[in-house]
């Protein structure tokens, strides 16, 4: 009887696999391929190129532990690594304001309120939606010196048009305004920053008297600050992975002026048959990538306006 | 709950994941995982450097290049059962007399050989290298494949190949049955690693004779000099307006690396006997450089005109100008007389004559032909490497190198096979080039390990040079410096 009424006091046991609990498996379940995906194919290389970079590593050939000198090489004796950042260098610290400037500069015209903007917005990101390798092409084709279109356009002005992408002085600015053609995406992010403005402040400038110049200055500006960092932090990491246009179109050259970080890193690694060096190289744009970006996160509460953090406060 | 979330923070998150991500891929790729599948340098149509060649992956041997960058393919029906599969990586295909000649090849020794199949995977493109690369890698690898002579030191000395002097032995194979430097580029610090598929000269003079006599010049004299070459070169340039309509001679446009081809006319060699020595930055070498900055000035009116020229042709690069008669003079490889023969056709190309390149100012009165080719490996680990062997051999005997011939214009390595009467009498100018297989005494490119590297710093300082971003002789000491450096730290590593 005892047991009975203890029985009949007791709190019935919850089945193991409650409802949550099984739609927890079953979402596990239903993620696991891109879960193992992910360990297979990015986490266990990650961590193997760590290892990697310590090694001579030959691909056909087992590897074998060099210690540091992988690192000491790259950084003492390569001019290469030295050429390839300083081309780097000038896309991230030249292309990256340039496509700002121009990204920003369309999204202001397509932020305005005229006849067929839809048009206008289609018509401007749909060129950021071609491949990176027909874009290289077709650019290799527009900045020919004798048939590109740059070169009519600048000869009918009366300018002989040099010889863009097979010359070392042209070449990287070349690059530069070839990406322009890719601010489609960058474009709408500015374009959602611009829309995120509430009209009351540009209004209440107006009846303060402030010009344009004052409006985009003293109210654009700071309340875009958010957009700007974020474009700004993306646009260097992804500029310091430059690679397809110097592949297709340049491999490299004319004499190294091409030469960009990934592209040296894919030399050694699948050509030079150096992937313990590619390692190393890799790790050393991770952390110069990394040192920037935490820069950048630092730097940024100074001048970065948050309006929705202010509010809290 | 909304602070955590706040802007600043999805922002900076955002940030540093973008960071985490995007290096992680480049992280990755040195990890062991596949190698990025980029579109195929050199393919660019006209940015890529004048003078310099298409990546070795992109074989002449047939004068058609492999378009596709990632085709790979299998042409075959299925094994039967009892069948032994000899996997065979390779990457000719299309239509054209490489990848006509695999199909023929394997039809007939499967006629022949019942229990044998040639199972056929064609990765066309810059992506071969690196299948073969990941093939070796993995240990997943094919019993056979085809490469050039440029990829086989780079192979065999870092143990992807299998020697093959024992199975050379066992079947009473005798080297001096093929051409010498077929054999030679076959073989690595001793050992003969692959068979020849077929080989190739690529220092031949071709002379547009027609355009020549235009010209007020005798067609039927063979250059004696670079002077001379240049001095007809100059002749033959026509012009209209200042536009060029026709070059007479494009130096840099010579059928290799004018950094090392030029230098080895005039005398010089560059590697030690135990290739661990370069000896690049000499007198003869520097001549030879000047030679040719100063002659692609003097006739061509620097590098950027060559460029604009080559952009205005119908067809692109020197064999198809040649072959449409945009050029009067031509130092190319056997190869082109395919592309004059049955592409362009062109009556006054026909009337071609060819000979050997004469030897620079320090080596007069010398002529130099230099080699290249493919050839087909039995790879280490293989399944089936006596099977793959006895297909490799096969080809490379009069039966397989009379039928590669038959369908293509290529030309055999094997002495017997070259000389087959159907093929020589068949073949436009076959008999003048034939005499040049049993000459070819020096290769196109560094026979090193560490070929790649090296080549690509050849074709960077060669950019400098006609760029005048350095001189000869700056460039010069500087090759010998850089060049030595990659071989030190190759066989450095190796003790």
């Not at chain 1, 193997?48 to 310590?54: E, G, K, P, V």
């Not at chain 2, 340098?41 to 298409?54: E, L, M, W």
């Not at chain 2, 070795?56 to 378009?67: E, L």
């Not at chain 2, 536009?243 to 005039?266: K, L, R, S």
Request: one cysteine or more; a neutral charge; proline letters at 6%.
């Amino acid at each position: 009887m005892a047991t009975v009424a203890a029985r009949a006091g007791a709190v019935p046991r919850r089945p193991f696999l409650t409802q949550r609990r099984r739609e927890a498996v079953e979402g596990y379940l239903l993620a696991s391929p891109w879960f193992l995906g992910l360990a297979v194919l990015t986490v266990v290389p990650v961590f193997l190129s760590i290892y990697y970079s310590f090694t001579d590593y030959q691909i056909i050939s087992a590897p074998y532990f060099v210690g540091l000198k992988n690192y000491a090489k790259l950084l003492g004796e390569d001019a290469q690594f030295w050429k390839s950042l300083g081309n780097t260098g000038f896309m991230v610290f030249v292309g990256v304001p340039v496509h700002m400037l121009v990204g920003l500069g369309v999204a202001m015209l397509l932020n305005q309120r005229v006849y067929g903007l839809p048009f206008y917005r289609t018509f401007f990101f749909l060129p950021s939606q071609i491949s990176g390798v027909a874009l290289a092409y077709l650019w290799g084709w527009m900045l020919h010196p004798q048939f590109g279109l740059t070169s009519i356009v600048l000869k009918l002005s009366g300018v002989q048009a040099p010889n863009f992408l097979q010359d070392p002085n042209w070449v990287k600015p070349a690059f530069v305004f070839l990406g322009i053609w890719g601010i489609g995406t960058t474009m709408i992010i500015w374009l959602a920053g611009l829309q995120g403005i509430p009209d009351v402040f540009y209004e209440a400038a107006q009846v303060d008297g402030a010009g344009r110049l004052r409006q985009f200055v003293s109210i654009t500006l700071p309340l875009l600050s958010p957009t700007i960092f974020f474009v700004a932090v993306t646009g260097i990491i992804g500029t310091f992975q430059i690679f397809t246009q110097a592949y297709v179109i340049t491999n490299g050259g004319p004499n190294d002026a091409t030469l960009f970080y990934a592209l040296l890193i894919y030399r050694h690694a699948f050509q030079y048959f150096n992937m313990g060096y590619a390692a190393a190289l890799a790790w050393v744009l991770f952390f110069i990538v990394m040192a920037l970006t935490l820069a950048q996160l630092k730097l940024g509460r100074r001048w970065v306006y948050y309006e929705a953090e202010r509010g809290n406060e | 709950m909304d602070r955590a979330y706040s802007r600043r923070r999805f922002l900076r998150t955002a940030a540093a994941g973008s960071a985490l991500a995007l290096t992680g891929g480049l992280l990755a790729a040195c990890g062991g995982a596949a190698a990025p599948t980029p579109a195929p340098a050199g393919g660019a149509s006209q940015p890529a450097p004048v003078g310099t060649p298409a990546p070795s992956n992109a074989q002449p041997a047939t004068g058609v290049q492999a378009t596709s960058t990632a085709a790979a393919a299998a042409v075959q029906a299925p094994a039967k059962a009892g069948q032994t599969v000899v996997e065979f990586l390779h990457t000719w295909e299309g239509d054209h007399g490489g990848a006509r000649a695999m199909v023929a090849l394997a039809k007939r020794y499967e006629e022949l050989k019942p229990n044998i199949k040639i199972n056929q995977t064609i990765v066309a493109g810059a992506e071969y290298e690196r299948k073969q690369l990941a093939a070796f890698a993995s240990g997943v690898v094919p019993d056979m494949t085809l490469t050039d002579a440029e990829h086989v030191p780079v192979y065999a000395d870092r143990g992807a190949l299998l020697p093959l002097d024992d199975y050379m032995k066992r079947d009473k194979l005798n080297p001096k049955d093929w051409f010498d430097f077929t054999i030679a580029q076959c073989s690595w610090q001793g050992k003969l690693y692959a068979m020849t598929h077929h080989p190739d000269v690529r220092s031949i003079v071709y002379r547009n004779v027609p355009l020549m006599q235009e010209a007020g010049l005798d067609g039927s004299k063979e250059p004696e000099s670079w002077d001379q070459l240049k001095e007809w070169g100059i002749k033959l340039n026509k012009k209209n307006g200042n536009q060029i309509t026709q070059f007479g001679w494009v130096p840099i446009w010579i059928q290799g690396w004018w950094g090392i081809e030029y230098p080895q006319a005039n005398g010089v060699t560059f590697l030690s006997e135990d290739g661990k020595k370069i000896t690049y930055d000499t007198p003869a070498t520097v001549e030879a450089l000047d030679f040719v900055v100063k002659a692609t000035d003097d006739i061509n009116g620097g590098r950027d005109r060559i460029v604009e020229f080559d952009a205005g042709q119908p067809d692109k690069g020197q064999q198809n100008v040649y072959g449409n008669a945009g050029l009067g003079i031509a130092i190319g490889g056997n190869w082109y007389l395919d592309r004059i023969a049955n592409v362009s056709k062109n009556e006054k190309a026909m009337k071609s004559a060819v000979s050997m390149m004469p030897g620079g100012p320090s080596a007069k009165g010398k002529q130099f032909m230099f080699g290249g080719g493919t050839m087909d490996a039995v790879v280490k680990g293989a399944k089936h490497p006596d099977e793959a062997w006895d297909y490799t051999s096969w080809i490379a005997l009069p039966e397989g190198q009379y039928i590669a011939q038959s369908v293509s214009y290529d030309v055999g390595g094997n002495r017997e096979g070259a000389q087959d009467k159907r093929i020589v009498d068949s073949r436009l100018l076959r008999k003048e080039i034939l005499p040049m297989f049993d000459k070819a005494t020096a290769m196109a490119h560094f026979y090193s390990p560490t070929w790649i590297p090296m080549r690509d710093e050849v074709v960077r300082v060669q950019d400098a040079m006609l760029l005048k971003q350095t001189t000869p002789a700056q460039a010069a000491k500087e090759l010998q410096t850089k060049l030595q450096a990659i071989l030190d730290d190759y066989w450095s590593k190796k003790k």
